[in-house]
T-cell receptor
């Protein structure tokens, strides 16, 4: 079993929809939780960064972490065609993971005009 | 502009050939990383370095080698021992081992 499992998708939604992207994990030592956005044939870019449990909002994006359930989510409000990309969750923390991040396999999102 | 650069954008390898992928950063980051990305498989860690002149194997180091002689540079060599090298290679850096990683634009390696 992988340490980080990400909803595989692909996901296709109409413009303006609310999108929910999700990851679960098994390592309780993870303390840092990230979401990256990757456009086709490009490097991932950091979208959201959260430490420990709670919510963090940045414009149309909200990252949510529930450490008790080992579950993280990224919500996109009023989705736009420019949001079409692959979204990767990533996590780090704990002595055995020092210096490393563990990534989900990514969810590909298409927002249709 | 601060950032991470990777070159070349595309690289072709012949059978039995070693090739080297370049990664440079001017962010003054201590830690640097190499990942391999295959379709539908996310990112897999090849090697990482937390400080100059030191590096550790990641999850899939076989057939690859690295060096870290300068803080800003972390080249990756794909050796002939790597039998399935076709992939998208991503370099990343972070301020220190506890910080978030920032990625370069990637190099796509193809086998002729």
């Amino acid at each position: 079993q992988k340490e980080v499992e990400q909803d595989p998708g692909p996901l296709s939604v109409p413009e303006g929809a609310i999108v929910s992207l999700n990851c679960t994990y098994s390592n309780s030592a993870f303390q840092y939780f990230m979401w990256y956005r990757q456009y086709s044939r490009k490097g991932p870019e950091l979208l959201m960064y959260t430490y420990s449990s709670g919510n963090k909002e940045d414009g149309r994006f909200t990252a949510q972490v529930d450490k008790s359930s080992k579950y993280i989510s990224l919500f996109i409000r009023d989705s736009q065609p420019s949001d079409s990309a692959t979204y990767l969750c990533a996590m780090s923390g704990g002595d055995t993971n020092a210096g490393k991040s563990t990534f989900g396999d990514g969810t590909t999102l298409t927002v249709k005009p | 502009d601060g950032g991470i650069t990777q070159s070349p954008k595309y690289l072709f390898r012949k059978e039995g050939q070693n090739v080297t992928l370049s990664c440079e950063q001017n962010l003054n980051h201590d830690a640097m990383y190499w990942y391999r990305q295959d379709p539908g498989q996310g990112l897999r860690l090849i090697y990482y370095s937390q400080i100059v002149n030191d590096f550790q194997k990641g999850d899939i180091a076989e057939g690859y080698s690295v060096s870290r002689e300068k803080k800003e540079s972390f080249p990756l060599t794909v050796t002939s021992a790597q039998k399935n090298p076709t992939a998208f290679y991503l370099c990343a850096s972070s301020r220190d081992r506890a910080s978030t990683q920032y990625f370069g634009p990637g190099t796509r390696l193809l086998v002729l």
